[in-house]
């Protein structure tokens, strides 16, 4: 183990911990309470093996499932959406495959950032949100939930992956 898998090691336990210990415990509105796990979707390097990813993001996932009781909800959308990443990367920032090897979020324009921070969030919400109702009659309480989360999830995500990516994971 390198000392970059042992920074990331260390900074997924303790967002697994603050999220079980402090970030369940906000609920604004009964409803809403950010998900800062999903900080790790933007800071686990790309250049790794898709299958490595792939089941580091199905660990931390079914961890926060043990820890809320959520029966695999989180560790379905954290799998679905780290397997998505690289749409995202394409389709928003632009980038090929050649271009994931040196890839930096830091040096990509701030308002393409911003949008694909928004929407990888949106989306992992979304889907935890779906499963959690698991039905369409109450939609429209699923999308305000889901925004609303967002939002507040990607105040404290974006300054958050400037500071860790700042640090060289």
């Given at each position: 183990m390198n000392i970059k898998n042992i920074r990331l090691l260390l900074l997924s336990i303790s967002l697994i911990l603050l999220q079980v210990t402090l970030f369940n415990n906000i609920n604004l509105s009964n409803k809403i309470n950010p998900m800062v796990y999903?900080?790790?979707?933007?800071?686990?390097?790309?250049k790794e093996k898709k299958e490595?990813?792939?089941?580091?993001?199905?660990?931390?996932?079914?961890?926060?499932?043990?820890?809320?009781?959520t029966g695999g909800i989180h560790a379905f959308s954290l799998l679905t959406i780290a397997y998505?990443?690289?749409?995202?990367?394409?389709?928003?920032?632009?980038?090929?495959?050649?271009?994931?090897?040196?890839?930096?979020?830091?040096?990509?324009?701030?308002?393409?950032?911003?949008?694909?921070?928004?929407?990888?969030?949106?989306?992992?919400?979304?889907?935890?949100?779906?499963l959690e109702y698991f039905s369409l009659k109450n939609y429209s309480s699923i999308i305000s939930q889901t925004f609303l989360t967002t939002i507040l999830s990607a105040i404290i995500v974006i300054p958050s992956i400037y500071f860790f990516s700042r640090n060289r994971l």
């Amino acid at each position: 183990m390198n000392i970059k898998n042992i920074r990331l090691l260390l900074l997924s336990i303790s967002l697994i911990l603050l999220q079980v210990t402090l970030f369940n415990n906000i609920n604004l509105s009964n409803k809403i309470n950010p998900m800062v796990y999903t900080i790790l979707l933007f800071i686990y390097p790309l250049k790794e093996k898709k299958e490595n990813a792939l089941i580091y993001f199905f660990t931390i996932g079914i961890i926060i499932d043990i820890f809320m009781n959520t029966g695999g909800i989180h560790a379905f959308s954290l799998l679905t959406i780290a397997y998505s990443r690289v749409f995202f990367i394409r389709f928003i920032l632009k980038k090929r495959d050649l271009d994931f090897l040196l890839f930096d979020i830091k040096k990509e324009p701030a308002t393409r950032v911003i949008v694909y921070i928004f929407l990888m969030i949106f989306s992992h919400h979304h889907l935890v949100f779906l499963l959690e109702y698991f039905s369409l009659k109450n939609y429209s309480s699923i999308i305000s939930q889901t925004f609303l989360t967002t939002i507040l999830s990607a105040i404290i995500v974006i300054p958050s992956i400037y500071f860790f990516s700042r640090n060289r994971l």
